[in-house]
């Protein structure tokens, strides 16, 4: 059972143009949300993350929307760079007192061409 | 570099036998996550130790155990193996009081089980 989903398993963009990574969720437990990055031979950093109570969170290029009704996510980078290529998680908690258990998408792979 | 080493890198072993991976984190985070990342896949949640206590865990089976020590260590040990049981383990600590969420993660120990 699939909780969370990244439908999109590759995306490829220009440099300086934008980069809309999606995902979604199904279970209505999930009151937060998080992205990480990963590179290969790296484990994932994290990235940005957005509290159910917000619908829009941003860190410099990096902004992620939450669309709760439609339990869909969003991250924009703009502008994308050389250096954003890598797989995007999308990852989800409910918040249970153990409180850090993420429920991970399948990632997408992001490349930023030149 | 997040600071948190995993070991070894890259381990094979055969059906039915025992494995131990280990990781180190950082003082001050006094929570450790175990993920099991397939390939393809986006990482699992096998279960968490706060303060060498296990106080969440997956929908893994009880031959994936672990330990948590004092000194901001951890070990995963998984007995029995299984085929299936190849993967990427992701080890991930939590800094007392940071961000909900947020993990740090390891690069992660390679298994794979012939």
């Known amino acids: 059972d699939q909780q969370v989903k990244q439908n999109s398993p590759s995306l490829s963009v220009q440099e300086g143009r934008i980069s809309i990574l999606n995902c979604d969720y199904t279970?209505?437990?999930?009151?937060?949300f998080l992205w990480y990055k990963k590179y290969p031979a790296e484990g994932p950093t994290f990235l940005i993350s957005?509290?159910?109570?917000?619908d829009k969170n941003e860190d410099g290029r990096f902004t992620v929307f939450l669309n709760k009704s439609a339990k869909h996510l969003s991250l924009h980078i703009v502008p994308s760079q050389p250096g954003d290529s890598a797989v995007y998680f999308c990852?989800?908690?409910?918040?249970?007192?153990?409180?850090?258990?993420?429920?991970f998408g399948t990632g997408t792979q992001l490349k930023v061409e030149l | 570099e997040t600071g948190v080493t995993q070991s070894p890198t890259h381990l094979i072993k055969t059906r039915g036998q025992q494995v131990t991976l280990r990781c180190s984190s950082q003082?001050?985070?006094?929570?450790v996550s175990w993920y099991q990342q397939a390939l393809g896949q986006g990482p699992q949640f096998i279960f968490q130790?706060?303060?060498?206590?296990?106080?969440g865990r997956g929908n893994f089976p009880p031959r994936f155990s672990g330990l948590q020590f004092p000194n901001y260590s951890s070990e995963l040990n998984v007995n029995a193996l299984e085929l299936d049981d190849s993967a990427l383990y992701l080890c991930?600590?939590?800094?007392?009081?940071?961000?909900?969420?947020?993990?740090?993660f390891g690069p992660g120990t390679r298994l794979t089980v012939t």
């Open positions: 279970n209505s437990m999930f009151d937060y």
């Open positions: 130790y706060y303060r060498e206590e296990e106080n």
């Open positions: 991930a600590s939590k800094l007392a009081g940071g961000r909900r969420g947020e993990q740090y």
């Open positions: 003082s001050g985070h006094n929570t």
């Open positions: 990852a989800a908690s409910a918040y249970t007192g153990g409180g850090n258990k993420l429920t």
């Open positions: 957005i509290s159910s109570i917000k």
